[in-house]
């Protein structure tokens, strides 16, 4: 996954903008970056592999001259990361140069044609056969049918940014599966991966839909759907509500860091979004018979919440699978099944294609997204959001709690329609709720020395279990899986249960096992669980209820304070987050932007 920017302004140098706007960008990748501008009807390019600090230094990414160029930041998939195979690409001639985001999948049948025309390729890349098909159609064409007939010869998905010399004013857009905004600002207008990269020049946002495309000059924006129809694009303006510090550190060292820290805020204010739209959520999974939910990675962690709480709560049994594996679970669906998609970026393409398949069998969908106007919201039957704001560090930590409140709402409101919890249960629940925001306050002051200190003794280690029970299971998968990706430990969740049939096998003096307790009816069996693990050498650590009786058998804890079970997944999540976030820290590593990993999962 990457991420792409241009920006058509009237004023001179631009590139200092595309050069902050991508480093808004970096978590959808960095191993190469560049920058293509138009000045005095030429086509400028510098680019070269590294992060964007380094590429800076070397070429001066911010002071190349031009009013109209488009910039890159790069998650290799075709092409290893290299000087020549970073964006952007140009053709023979040098009246081209294209940044582009997914994957061309015929670029192979494309890229034999054109060298058969004599076209002459320098990089790897799927993404240079785009700026050669526009050369040859500008033979007969001008530019914008040129761009068009070439797009229409693309299969895969994109979103890509285009210069052509011929129309020095303007940036040629496309796209398809991938994500594409247009900012519209005063005088200059953007085209994005994301809204954060323009965030501080406008909050007026258009979301660019499948099969769209057209063109931003300075001061005009062009788009049309698939069938070639002009868009009025004034209707499709949205006011982002986020403001530009969201999309900046604000003196924390790390965005991870930082949004831990906003989980409150982001909490309070998924609270307060909770609307109409909400409620014709729980009508549908009133109406019908089947319930499904799906999702990847941390959003798959908060959706076995869900399903946990709904069976705990209304009895009602909520089916979960990961997305990839939507063809086990797509045949059993029909026009009575509901099918929740819970996605914070809601570009997930695995997520996506889960999406489809249950709506090709009559399901109704509804999104759960954290990006207004993001596809699978789009493409669901209804959306719900989180309000969590802009996150930036690769790590999810915000976007899961805001999730698991959302959804945990959904359940509250379903048992009470349902009959399973009577008016007065449901209150107080929602009361709960309310007051869960100030508790997320106390757990980060709490226990931040806590994770700081621990962390620098997990900076030591290779491996750890995070075993739990119940509702506290999806908690340990997701706190082994923070540990995972930001720190590169081998963290591996298990049933607490399951240890003994096979993983105790690993347990040796101080190994580090972590156990999370939320329900009372469970404590008991996790008491075993504790004692078989410390008489074989492990190091037991606990995230458990205050007063628990395991406390006495662990060698280290952090206390829940004792409220309805169904929210101390929210709480229980954030000491595990900032354990994660110091071990990172402790090992020399970058949490915002760990290896291999890219923020959105956008290619399957
Ligand atoms: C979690 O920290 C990772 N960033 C990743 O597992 C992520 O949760 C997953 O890719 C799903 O993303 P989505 O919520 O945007 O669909």
Redesign the pocket.
């Known amino acids: 996954m990457c991420g792409i920017i241009g920006v058509a302004s009237l004023r001179y140098n631009v590139a200092s903008i595309i050069k902050s706007g991508l480093e808004k960008l970096e978590y959808r990748g960095y191993d190469s970056v560049g920058i293509a501008s138009i000045a005095s009807n030429t086509i400028l390019i510098k680019k070269g592999k590294g992060k964007i600090h380094e590429v800076e230094t070397r070429y001066g990414l911010s002071r190349v001259p031009g009013s109209i160029a488009v910039g890159h930041t790069r998650w290799a998939t075709h092409g290893a990361p290299s000087d020549v195979n970073a964006h952007p690409h140009a053709d023979c001639t040098g009246r081209v140069a294209v940044v582009h985001n997914g994957i061309i999948e015929n670029y192979l049948e494309l890229k034999e044609k054109l060298t058969n025309l004599g076209h002459v390729f320098k990089s790897e890349t799927d993404t240079e056969v785009l700026a050669h098909l526009i050369e040859e159609f500008l033979k007969e064409l001008k530019p914008f049918e040129a761009f068009r007939k070439a797009i229409s010869m693309i299969r895969g998905s994109y979103a890509f940014a285009v210069l052509i010399s011929n129309e020095p004013e303007k940036i040629f857009f496309a796209r398809k599966d991938s994500p594409l905004v247009i900012g519209v600002g005063e005088g200059m207008n953007f085209i994005a991966s994301d809204i954060p990269a323009f965030l501080e020049h406008t909050r007026r946002v258009i979301v660019v839909h499948d099969g769209e495309l057209g063109y931003i000059t300075p001061v005009e924006i062009y788009l049309e759907n698939s069938k070639g129809e002009r868009i009025n694009y004034l209707e499709r303006i949205i006011v982002v509500d986020w403001t530009p510090d969201m999309a900046r550190k604000e003196g924390y060292p790390h965005f991870m860091i930082k949004e831990i820290h906003e989980q409150p805020r982001a909490i309070r204010d998924t609270i307060r979004g909770i609307d109409e739209n909400y409620e014709k959520a729980v009508e549908l999974m009133l109406d019908s018979e089947k319930i499904f939910v799906t999702?990847?990675?941390?959003?798959y962690h908060a959706s076995l919440v869900f399903s946990l709480i709904m069976s705990k709560l209304a009895g009602k049994l909520v089916i979960p699978f990961i997305s990839s594996e939507y063809l086990s679970y797509a045949n059993s669906a029909d026009e009575n099944s509901l099918l929740i998609a819970?996605?914070?970026?809601?570009?997930?393409i695995d997520?996506l294609m889960a999406l489809r398949e249950f709506k090709k069998r009559g399901a109704r969908i509804i999104a759960l997204s954290n990006i207004i106007g993001s596809a699978i919201p789009r493409e669901s039957t209804l959306a719900i959001y989180t309000r969590a704001g802009p996150e930036i560090g690769?790590?999810?930590t915000k976007?899961f709690t805001t999730q698991v409140t959302a959804l945990t709402w959904l359940a509250i409101n379903f048992s009470e329609k349902r009959g399973a919890i009577n008016q007065i249960e449901a209150k107080s629940l929602y009361k709960v709720l309310r007051d869960i925001p100030e508790k997320t306050e106390r757990i980060i002051s709490m226990y931040e020395a806590w994770a700081r200190s621990l962390g620098r003794d997990f900076a030591n280690k290779n491996n750890a279990y995070y075993l739990g029970r119940g509702i506290s299971l999806p908690i340990a998968m997701e706190g082994a899986?923070?540990m995972k990706?930001i720190a590169y430990i081998h963290a591996e969740a298990y049933p607490a249960g399951e240890s003994k049939h096979g993983p105790i096998a690993l347990i040796e003096e101080n190994f580090p096992v972590i156990f999370v307790s939320i329900e009372d009816r469970l404590e008991r069996r996790l008491l075993g669980n504790i004692e078989e693990m410390k008489a074989r050498g492990a190091y037991t650590i606990g995230v458990v209820p205050e007063n628990s009786i395991l406390i006495s058998k662990l060698d280290n804890y952090v206390a829940m304070p004792r409220i309805s079970e169904i929210f101390l997944p929210i709480l229980s999540i954030i000491p595990l987050q900032l354990l994660a976030y110091y071990t990172a820290v402790s090992r020399g590593y970058d949490p915002d932007k760990p290896r291999n990993?890219a923020?959105?999962?956008t290619v399957e």
């Open positions: 999702a990847a990675g941390t959003s819970v996605s914070q970026s809601g570009e997930t997520t690769v790590a999810a976007t899986l923070k990706e990993l923020k959105t999962v």
